[in-house]
């Protein structure tokens, strides 16, 4: 697969995704931040403010991983990560999570914003019983043809640089990711959903670019440190193996 133009996010291999409505305390953020990760995504489906997200930001910020922000409502706008990540929901038919809010976003803050580390993230949803599905009224019951169609329009089409697989919650078939990622040109994958222990982050890193690891860190913190290492291990590899 020829990968094209090197973003700023492109060596992510694990992510540590942290939703700022939920509590974490310093204890465990130092555990997340000191673990390794390649990066900590900062963002959530609801609840989320100005007010939690500078406050997340502020404490990450006192590591030297890199930290992004998933821009989900333009209250969350907030300066001062190292990336940003504009999701575009593929797989709905409310124009509104494709380019309605992100248009008024730009209507705001266009002149402020760091094109340089600001990316589109083809979002699509596939557990229908996600929070992120339920709001944005994403059509998550899609078989191979069709998710393998939405893949494509995002890469060839479309030409976003992140397209983002999100189970959310569930784990996915990692037959179909693999498949995603085989059809894809240009575009980094991402996958989220149902990681919980240092296997499953072993077989989605077999088949994406980066595996985004969320929940488990709320009710698991070693389960979820323990991805870490699975995933770097994965990479490095798949690299002797193909080298």
Same mark, same amino acid.
């Given at each position: 697969m020829v990968r094209m133009d090197v973003q700023w996010y492109a060596?992510?291999?694990?992510?540590?995704?942290? =939703?700022?409505?939920?509590? +974490?305390? =310093?204890?465990?953020?130092?555990? +997340?931040?000191?673990?390794?990760? =390649?990066?900590?995504?900062?963002?959530?489906?609801?609840?989320?403010?100005?007010?939690?997200?500078?406050d997340l930001m502020a404490r990450i910020r006192r590591y030297a991983v890199d930290c992004a922000l998933e821009v989900s409502t333009m209250d969350a706008a907030v300066p001062g990560f190292d990336g940003y990540f504009v999701p575009l929901v593929l797989n709905t038919s409310q124009a509104e999570w494709i380019n309605g809010r992100q248009t008024e976003g730009l209507q705001a803050f266009g002149s402020f914003i760091p094109w340089e580390e600001t990316a589109a993230q083809g979002y699509i949803i596939l557990n229908g019983k996600a929070t992120a599905a339920k709001l944005t009224g994403a059509h998550a019951e899609l078989n191979e043809e069709q998710v393998l169609a939405h893949v494509q329009m995002a890469d060839r089409l479309m030409r976003l640089p992140v397209i983002y697989l999100e189970y959310s919650g569930r784990y996915g078939d990692m037959a179909l990711v693999q498949k995603a990622y085989d059809t894809i040109a240009q575009a980094q994958l991402f996958y989220g959903g149902g990681i919980d222990s240092a296997e499953k982050a072993s077989e989605a890193a077999s088949a994406c670019d980066t595996v985004v690891v969320g929940n488990i860190i709320y009710a698991d913190l070693q389960a979820a440190l323990a991805t870490v290492p699975a995933v770097h291990n994965t990479i490095r590899k798949h690299a002797r193996n193909e080298a």
């Open positions: 060596g992510w291999r694990h992510v540590f995704k942290l =939703d700022p409505e939920r509590s +974490i305390s =310093d204890e465990e953020l130092d555990a +997340i931040c000191m673990s390794g990760t =390649d990066a900590v995504l900062v963002g959530g489906s609801s609840g989320v403010t100005f007010e939690n997200t500078v």
